[in-house]
């Protein structure tokens, strides 16, 4: 994976020209390893369903691996800031950190 920029605050990276919210630092690192794993077996699960019963476990297994990433669900940090996930950086409250970051780092987020 590229070195996708990432916000001032550490809560974002921009990939496809869009803001990810990253996994929580808190977590301890067994507890994001058993995640990790977890998330890899339901994606390759998605890809491999045969019906669609198998499809909306496997990517209810995803979500929950992303939520407990911290990904996706509440965010982890506490000052109240909202979630901005999947907005662009530009209509974002990181607009001016996005105008004033290195055109080739914008080039590499998409």
């Known amino acids: 994976m590229p070195d996708y920029p990432v916000t001032p605050d ?3 990276f921009v990939a496809k020209g869009r803001l990810w919210r990253r996994s929580d630092p808190a977590l301890p690192e067994a ?3 058993a995640a ?4 890899m077996a339901a994606r390759r699960a998605v ?17 929950a ?3 407990r990433l911290g990904e996706r ?5 506490t000052d109240g800031a909202p979630d901005e996930t999947r907005k662009a950086p530009k209509n974002s409250t990181y607009a001016d ?4 970051l290195d055109p080739d780092m914008r080039a590499i987020a998409g």
């Open 31 to 33: 507890e994001r390893k």
């Open 73 to 77: 669900g509440p965010v982890w940090w």
């Open 36 to 39: 990790v794993r977890d998330l």
């Open 47 to 63: 890809r491999d369903a045969a019906t669609k019963a198998e499809t909306r476990a496997a990517r209810d297994r995803v979500q």
């Open 97 to 100: 950190w996005w105008a004033g």
């Open 10 to 12: 550490g809560r974002y």
């Open 65 to 67: 691996a992303k939520e």
